[in-house]
């Protein structure tokens, strides 16, 4: 049977600022969907991670369907509503467009879809993650399909030893490339390097079966400013062929550092939190859930909270604990963003606006480069 999956998020409001939505709004959200969903889904869950809710649904109506996205797109402008009755913070933010256009890619929310010809026993997580932006999956993945010491399947199961290939998307450019494993390794890994620009869009088996699908929006790049980080969310398929549901998993026990939090202007590790977590005021560290189902005929099981069992708790302290080193550095880089990633920001844009306006040429460097013309004349 072939089934799509798609999982759809924004942020359209937070209690007290970017922390997470009120009872009502998820409800809202909820309720809408729920009401709407006959004829079009045959399953649906809704949820969020810090102030982003997000839309998990199963169809057969593929990939990019106009109804399917008209769907998302209509609960979050319903919960819109009650989020500016409420006065919360950011009501609507990640809705940059006025009107539907028949897809929401490009508008606002994030987006991550794959049709698959659906297991007997079909496994899949959701990783949902906050504060931060796309390039924040691409160490996470890249540990669960190159890196070996991370993940042994890919020494033990045929499949993945095999390879896969990465979809990689330049956001800037707006180009993709596919590369494949193993050939491809080093390309790959200069690409992941610089995970701003450089973001995995999804990967497929050696076979051509899609096993991973993740949202790559850049939000400034749709505003032209900074309307808050881009707020990722990933579907991995697991077990059988693909890596275990496990594997997939501890790819997050490493809280790495990412670009986001407080005013998207800062790196900070990312924390796994348990399902429907809000954002911490510990200066906003981003923050990633894990969702997990089972499907069968296109009906989900679950949720299971895959980061909500108590060894978690170690890599909660151990983000903690870097966040506090990391902004222990204040202002300094790499505790905050590149310029190129400041750019965007309006503050920052007039702070080097002004500073700029008192830059002089060194004295005497004026004579110099007569001199030096001189001497190439």
């Known amino acids: 049977m072939r089934i799509t999956l798609s999982a759809i998020k ?23 969907v729920g009401r709407k969903a006959k004829d079009l889904l045959i399953d649906y869950y809704v949820g969020y991670t810090g102030d982003d809710i997000h839309i998990i649904m199963s169809h057969t109506l593929s990939v990019d369907n106009d109804r399917v996205h008209k769907l998302a797109w209509d609960a979050f402008t319903e919960g819109t ?12 933010q990640d809705l940059l467009k006025d009107s539907f256009s ?4 490009g508008m606002g929310p994030g987006v991550a879809e794959i049709e698959m010809e659906e297991r ?8 949902a993650a906050d504060k931060t932006e796309p390039g924040a999956f691409n160490f996470p993945m890249w540990r669960i399909f190159v890196d070996s010491r ?14 896969v290939t990465f979809r990689i ?3 800037i450019g707006g180009k993709i490339a596919d590369l494949k494993m193993w050939e491809d390794k080093p390309e790959l890994e200069a690409a992941l390097m610089y995970p701003g620009r450089y973001v995995i869009h999804s990967v497929l088996s050696s076979d051509g079966e899609p096993i991973v699908s993740a949202s790559t929006d850049r939000l400034h790049n749709i505003a032209g400013t900074y309307v808050g980080k881009d707020d990722p969310i990933a579907i991995v398929r697991t077990q059988k062929d693909f890596p275990a549901t496990e594997e997939a998993g501890s790819a997050f026990n ?3 550092f990412v670009a986001g939090n407080t005013r998207g202007s800062h790196h ?13 005021l510990n200066y906003s560290l981003p923050i990633v859930s894990c969702i997990v189902f089972s499907m069968h005929n296109g009906k989900m099981s679950g949720p299971l909270d895959g980061f909500g069992t108590t060894d978690w708790d170690l890599q909660r302290m151990m983000a903690a604990e870097r966040a506090i080193i990391m902004r222990n550095q204040g202002f300094i880089h790499p505790a905050t963003l590149v310029p190129e990633e400041l750019e965007y920001n309006k503050g920052y844009e007039a702070r080097m606006s002004k500073l700029n306006k008192k830059f002089k040429p060194l004295e005497g460097e004026s004579n110099q480069n007569k001199h030096n013309s001189k001497v190439q004349e």
């Open 10 to 32: 924004a942020d359209i409001g937070g209690i007290g600022g970017h922390t997470r939505p009120s009872e009502e709004l998820v409800g809202t959200v909820r309720s809408f």
């Open 81 to 92: 509503i009650v989020a500016k009755e409420q006065g919360l913070y950011g009501a609507g």
């Open 102 to 105: 028949g897809n929401v890619r």
């Open 120 to 127: 007997p026993s079909e496994v899949f997580c959701i990783f």
């Open 150 to 163: 991370s993940n042994t399947g890919l020494l033990i199961n045929e499949k993945l030893a095999a390879g």
């Open 169 to 171: 998307m330049d956001v």
């Open 254 to 256: 490493n809280p790495h």
């Open 268 to 280: 900070m590790p990312l924390m796994p939190v348990k399902l429907n977590s809000a954002a911490s």
